[in-house]
Protein backbone atom coordinates (compact mmCIF):
# COMPACT_ATOMS: atom_id res chain seq x y z
CA UNK A 1 0.00 0.00 0.00
CA UNK A 2 2.69 2.58 -0.95
CA UNK A 3 5.34 3.19 0.79
CA UNK A 4 3.32 1.68 4.21
CA UNK A 5 5.88 -2.07 4.63
CA UNK A 6 3.70 -5.13 5.19
CA UNK A 7 4.70 -6.74 8.32
CA UNK A 8 4.27 -10.79 8.76
CA UNK A 9 5.13 -12.75 11.42
CA UNK A 10 6.27 -16.71 10.74
CA UNK A 11 6.39 -19.36 13.73
CA UNK A 12 9.08 -21.51 12.31
CA UNK A 13 10.48 -24.86 13.53
CA UNK A 14 12.73 -24.44 17.04
CA UNK A 15 15.62 -26.36 14.45
CA UNK A 16 15.14 -24.23 11.20
CA UNK A 17 18.18 -22.92 9.61
CA UNK A 18 16.98 -21.10 6.45
CA UNK A 19 13.93 -19.37 5.08
CA UNK A 20 12.69 -19.03 1.53
CA UNK A 21 10.69 -15.84 0.69
CA UNK A 22 8.32 -16.45 -2.36
CA UNK A 23 6.19 -13.22 -3.85
CA UNK A 24 2.31 -14.32 -4.95
CA UNK A 25 3.53 -15.35 -8.40
CA UNK A 26 5.59 -17.98 -6.77
CA UNK A 27 8.50 -16.40 -8.29
CA UNK A 28 11.17 -16.17 -5.29
CA UNK A 29 12.61 -13.17 -4.29
CA UNK A 30 15.40 -14.49 -2.17
CA UNK A 31 16.13 -18.04 -0.73
CA UNK A 32 18.28 -19.23 2.06
CA UNK A 33 18.07 -16.36 4.07
CA UNK A 34 20.01 -17.45 7.32
CA UNK A 35 17.58 -17.35 10.63
CA UNK A 36 19.88 -16.28 13.64
CA UNK A 37 18.38 -17.71 17.00
CA UNK A 38 19.76 -14.90 19.27
CA UNK A 39 20.21 -11.91 16.53
CA UNK A 40 22.59 -11.81 14.35
CA UNK A 41 25.20 -10.20 16.88
CA UNK A 42 23.92 -12.72 19.33
CA UNK A 43 24.91 -15.39 17.24
CA UNK A 44 28.69 -13.68 16.84
CA UNK A 45 29.00 -13.96 20.50
CA UNK A 46 27.78 -17.21 21.49
CA UNK A 47 30.11 -18.08 18.62
CA UNK A 48 32.91 -16.32 20.54
CA UNK A 49 32.34 -16.80 23.76
CA UNK A 50 34.06 -19.56 24.77
CA UNK A 51 36.82 -17.63 23.69
CA UNK A 52 36.41 -14.56 25.36
CA UNK A 53 36.12 -16.59 28.65
CA UNK A 54 39.80 -18.56 27.80
CA UNK A 55 41.82 -15.85 29.84
CA UNK A 56 39.89 -17.07 33.19
CA UNK A 57 40.62 -20.78 31.87
CA UNK A 58 44.09 -20.52 31.01
CA UNK A 59 45.40 -18.00 34.46
CA UNK A 60 43.17 -19.98 36.94
CA UNK A 61 44.25 -23.56 36.47
CA UNK A 62 47.85 -21.74 38.21
CA UNK A 63 45.47 -20.09 40.68
CA UNK A 64 43.94 -23.77 41.68
CA UNK A 65 47.46 -24.81 41.65
CA UNK A 66 49.03 -22.31 44.19
CA UNK A 67 45.76 -23.20 46.95
CA UNK A 68 46.17 -26.76 46.98
CA UNK A 69 50.07 -25.64 47.48
CA UNK A 70 49.26 -23.33 50.18
CA UNK A 71 46.36 -25.12 52.20
CA UNK A 72 47.78 -28.80 51.67
CA UNK A 73 51.44 -29.57 49.96
CA UNK A 74 53.67 -26.66 51.75
CA UNK A 75 51.89 -26.83 55.69
CA UNK A 76 52.69 -31.08 55.11
CA UNK A 77 56.09 -30.44 53.47
CA UNK A 78 57.10 -27.69 56.78
CA UNK A 79 55.51 -29.83 59.27
CA UNK A 80 52.24 -27.87 60.34
CA UNK A 81 49.75 -30.17 59.43
CA UNK A 82 51.55 -32.11 62.62
CA UNK A 83 50.19 -29.30 64.93
CA UNK A 84 46.40 -29.79 63.67
CA UNK A 85 46.42 -33.27 63.74
CA UNK A 86 47.35 -33.11 67.43
CA UNK A 87 44.06 -31.44 67.70
CA UNK A 88 40.50 -33.46 67.75
CA UNK A 89 40.44 -33.79 63.80
CA UNK A 90 40.95 -37.01 62.17
CA UNK A 91 43.32 -37.08 58.40
CA UNK A 92 40.57 -37.63 56.52
CA UNK A 93 38.52 -34.60 58.17
CA UNK A 94 41.56 -32.13 57.56
CA UNK A 95 42.20 -33.66 53.64
CA UNK A 96 38.87 -33.29 53.14
CA UNK A 97 38.01 -30.08 54.32
CA UNK A 98 40.63 -28.21 52.77
CA UNK A 99 40.16 -30.20 49.47
CA UNK A 100 36.05 -29.01 49.64
CA UNK A 101 37.43 -25.73 50.41
CA UNK A 102 39.74 -25.15 47.37
CA UNK A 103 36.87 -26.48 45.31
CA UNK A 104 34.21 -24.56 46.27
CA UNK A 105 36.62 -21.57 45.84
CA UNK A 106 37.09 -22.77 42.33
CA UNK A 107 33.08 -23.20 41.76
CA UNK A 108 32.02 -20.21 43.19
CA UNK A 109 34.22 -18.52 40.53
CA UNK A 110 33.56 -20.14 37.72
CA UNK A 111 29.72 -19.60 38.24
CA UNK A 112 31.03 -15.88 39.31
CA UNK A 113 32.70 -15.48 35.52
CA UNK A 114 30.23 -16.57 33.66
CA UNK A 115 27.68 -15.18 35.23
CA UNK A 116 29.00 -11.58 34.55
CA UNK A 117 29.33 -12.61 31.10
CA UNK A 118 26.18 -13.84 30.75
CA UNK A 119 24.93 -10.51 32.46
CA UNK A 120 27.06 -8.26 29.96
CA UNK A 121 25.97 -10.15 26.71
CA UNK A 122 22.60 -9.83 27.37
CA UNK A 123 22.45 -6.21 28.34
CA UNK A 124 24.82 -5.49 24.83
CA UNK A 125 22.55 -8.01 22.61
CA UNK A 126 19.42 -7.41 24.20
CA UNK A 127 18.41 -10.83 24.32
CA UNK A 128 20.23 -14.06 26.65
CA UNK A 129 22.90 -16.03 25.15
CA UNK A 130 22.30 -19.52 24.72
CA UNK A 131 21.59 -20.92 28.22
CA UNK A 132 23.22 -24.64 27.59
CA UNK A 133 26.05 -23.05 26.57
CA UNK A 134 26.89 -21.42 29.64
CA UNK A 135 26.17 -23.65 32.03
CA UNK A 136 28.22 -26.25 30.10
CA UNK A 137 30.41 -23.35 29.81
CA UNK A 138 30.52 -22.96 33.98
CA UNK A 139 31.04 -26.54 34.12
CA UNK A 140 33.84 -27.47 32.08
CA UNK A 141 35.02 -24.23 33.62
CA UNK A 142 34.94 -26.12 37.14
CA UNK A 143 35.65 -29.34 36.25
CA UNK A 144 38.78 -28.38 34.13
CA UNK A 145 40.54 -26.01 37.22
CA UNK A 146 38.86 -28.73 39.66
CA UNK A 147 41.22 -31.49 38.39
CA UNK A 148 44.50 -29.01 39.07
CA UNK A 149 43.57 -28.42 42.52
CA UNK A 150 42.74 -32.64 42.52
CA UNK A 151 46.38 -33.32 40.78
CA UNK A 152 47.87 -30.76 43.48
CA UNK A 153 46.72 -32.80 46.33
CA UNK A 154 47.75 -36.08 45.12
CA UNK A 155 50.81 -35.25 44.64
CA UNK A 156 51.13 -33.42 48.24
CA UNK A 157 49.69 -36.62 49.55
CA UNK A 158 52.19 -38.74 47.79
CA UNK A 159 55.00 -36.91 48.51
CA UNK A 160 56.40 -34.32 51.11
CA UNK A 161 58.40 -32.50 48.63
CA UNK A 162 56.32 -29.38 47.73
CA UNK A 163 58.26 -28.40 44.82
CA UNK A 164 56.77 -30.86 42.90
CA UNK A 165 53.26 -30.35 43.91
CA UNK A 166 54.00 -26.99 41.73
CA UNK A 167 55.88 -28.24 39.09
CA UNK A 168 53.92 -31.47 38.11
CA UNK A 169 50.24 -30.06 37.97
CA UNK A 170 51.90 -27.14 35.70
CA UNK A 171 53.39 -29.70 33.57
CA UNK A 172 50.23 -31.56 32.95
CA UNK A 173 48.99 -27.87 32.28
CA UNK A 174 50.85 -28.25 29.23
CA UNK A 175 50.44 -31.77 28.33
CA UNK A 176 46.86 -31.17 28.34
CA UNK A 177 47.00 -28.07 25.95
CA UNK A 178 49.06 -29.78 23.94
CA UNK A 179 47.07 -33.48 23.62
CA UNK A 180 43.72 -31.75 22.09
CA UNK A 181 46.58 -30.54 19.05
CA UNK A 182 47.51 -33.77 17.99
CA UNK A 183 44.94 -34.36 15.08
CA UNK A 184 46.76 -37.89 14.78
CA UNK A 185 45.82 -38.91 17.58
CA UNK A 186 43.05 -41.79 17.77
CA UNK A 187 39.37 -40.05 18.92
CA UNK A 188 39.71 -41.67 22.65
CA UNK A 189 42.15 -39.77 23.71
CA UNK A 190 40.41 -36.33 24.01
CA UNK A 191 38.96 -38.09 27.12
CA UNK A 192 42.10 -38.80 28.57
CA UNK A 193 42.41 -34.99 29.50
CA UNK A 194 39.74 -33.18 31.54
CA UNK A 195 39.41 -30.34 28.48
CA UNK A 196 37.07 -32.62 26.48
CA UNK A 197 33.99 -30.64 27.30
CA UNK A 198 35.65 -27.62 26.27
CA UNK A 199 35.98 -29.40 23.11
CA UNK A 200 32.47 -30.76 23.08
CA UNK A 201 31.11 -26.81 23.64
CA UNK A 202 33.02 -25.59 20.30
CA UNK A 203 31.82 -28.61 18.28
CA UNK A 204 28.15 -27.86 20.05
CA UNK A 205 28.77 -23.99 18.59
CA UNK A 206 30.17 -24.66 15.32
CA UNK A 207 27.11 -27.33 14.72
CA UNK A 208 24.45 -24.67 15.76
CA UNK A 209 25.15 -21.23 15.04
CA UNK A 210 24.50 -20.20 11.77
CA UNK A 211 27.32 -17.35 11.65
CA UNK A 212 29.90 -20.18 12.58
CA UNK A 213 31.93 -21.85 9.70
CA UNK A 214 31.79 -24.95 10.99
CA UNK A 215 35.07 -27.32 9.95
CA UNK A 216 34.20 -31.07 11.15
CA UNK A 217 36.96 -32.25 13.80
CA UNK A 218 39.00 -34.67 13.30
CA UNK A 219 37.84 -35.51 17.02
CA UNK A 220 34.44 -35.53 17.41
CA UNK A 221 33.25 -35.83 20.64
CA UNK A 222 30.06 -36.86 22.83
CA UNK A 223 29.02 -35.30 25.97
CA UNK A 224 28.40 -38.10 28.49
CA UNK A 225 31.93 -39.51 28.00
CA UNK A 226 32.84 -35.89 28.40
CA UNK A 227 31.28 -35.17 31.06
CA UNK A 228 32.73 -38.90 32.54
CA UNK A 229 36.12 -37.58 32.07
CA UNK A 230 35.67 -34.70 33.59
CA UNK A 231 34.41 -36.24 36.85
CA UNK A 232 37.25 -38.94 37.06
CA UNK A 233 39.61 -36.14 36.97
CA UNK A 234 38.59 -34.46 40.28
CA UNK A 235 37.70 -37.77 41.89
CA UNK A 236 40.48 -40.01 40.89
CA UNK A 237 43.46 -37.92 41.48
CA UNK A 238 41.94 -36.94 45.01
CA UNK A 239 41.10 -40.69 45.82
CA UNK A 240 44.88 -41.55 45.07
CA UNK A 241 46.13 -38.34 47.20
CA UNK A 242 43.51 -39.22 50.06
CA UNK A 243 45.30 -42.85 49.81
CA UNK A 244 48.52 -41.66 50.12
CA UNK A 245 48.12 -39.31 52.43
CA UNK A 246 46.07 -42.20 54.88
CA UNK A 247 49.39 -44.33 54.76
CA UNK A 248 52.17 -41.91 55.45
CA UNK A 249 53.29 -40.66 58.29
CA UNK A 250 53.08 -36.76 58.71
Partial sequence: NGLEPEVSKIALPSNSNYLSVYTKEGVPVSYKITIYPYTLLGDIIINEYP????LYGTLFPFVAIYLGYIMFSNPRS???????LSRPITKT????????ANLITILLASVITNLVA?????VYIGIPPAY??????????????GAFVSI??????ISKKSELSIAIPIAMFFIFTIIPTFTFLPEWTIYLTPSALGNYITEYIEKNIPTCTYFALSQEVSLVPAIISAVIWIIAPMI?????FKKEDI
Fill in 152 to 157: TYMVGG
Fill in 78 to 84: KGSLEFL
Fill in 132 to 145: EIVMIETAYLFAYI
Fill in 240 to 244: IGYIA
Fill in 93 to 100: ELFFNRFS
Fill in 51 to 54: SMLS
Fill in 118 to 122: FLVFT
